[in-house]
């Protein structure tokens, strides 16, 4: 950073090291620098909203996003988070729904997109849509079975028709990430949560 202030290569590590750190803060207070000397970068409005979801703001990631989205800069990346972390909101809206239709359009129809897409499908009960794109998504990919981030849309997808047994039964398969720092937002948070609404309802 010394050597070269303006990188973005060097600015993004620092700030995923911050992350790694806990310095959140410090974290947050570097974006706001940066933005300072260059007002809307979406390099570091990304990176800003990589430094809220890392202490868990998922409202502050998600405003963000609509920033680079109102100013014409979002990217199917960003588009896809938008609608993503409406799930970590419990209020997932129609507009979360245009965003991921509009970000599988622009990525071609990416597998990870998709995904997102069938979780916001899910969430606005639209059960039918949601299996095919998901389905659609795991064969783009080769996947014989679900891996962590399906186990969870299926489960929810159960859960949402009333069937709750095998709901959790897909909630509990989900394991947390290797690294760390790829917890927060993460399909097995989603997995967490939801089992613990299972838990409280048969209370």
């Known amino acids: 950073m010394k050597s070269f202030p303006e990188s973005d290569t060097a600015f993004g590590l620092q700030t995923r090291a911050l992350a790694a750190l806990h310095r959140t803060s410090e974290l947050k207070a570097l974006c706001e620098e940066r933005l300072k000397r260059s007002p809307n ?11 809220a979801l890392s202490s868990g703001d998922f409202e502050g990631a998600r405003s ?4 680079l989205v109102n100013e014409g800069k979002a990217s199917a990346s960003d588009l896809n988070g938008f609608a993503w972390y409406s799930l ?34 899910t969430e606005l009960e639209k059960i039918k849509e949601a299996r095919e794109v998901l389905i659609q998504a795991m064969d783009a990919t080769s996947l014989d079975e679900p891996d962590d981030a399906y186990w969870y849309a299926f489960g929810r997808i159960a859960e949402q028709s009333g069937e709750v047994d095998a709901a959790r039964a897909n909630y509990e398969r989900v394991t947390p990430p290797k690294n760390e720092l790829d917890l927060a937002g993460s399909p097995y948070e989603l997995a967490r949560a939801r089992l613990a609404t299972i838990r409280q309802g048969k209370k």
């Open 41 to 51: 970068d979406p390099f570091t409005l990304r990176r800003t909203a990589f430094g």
């Open 64 to 67: 963000v996003y609509r920033q």
């Open 88 to 121: 970590f909101q419990g209020k997932t809206t129609n507009e979360d729904l245009e965003a991921a239709l509009k970000a599988a359009q622009l990525s071609n129809k990416n597998a990870s997109i998709l995904h997102t897409l069938g979780c916001v499908y």
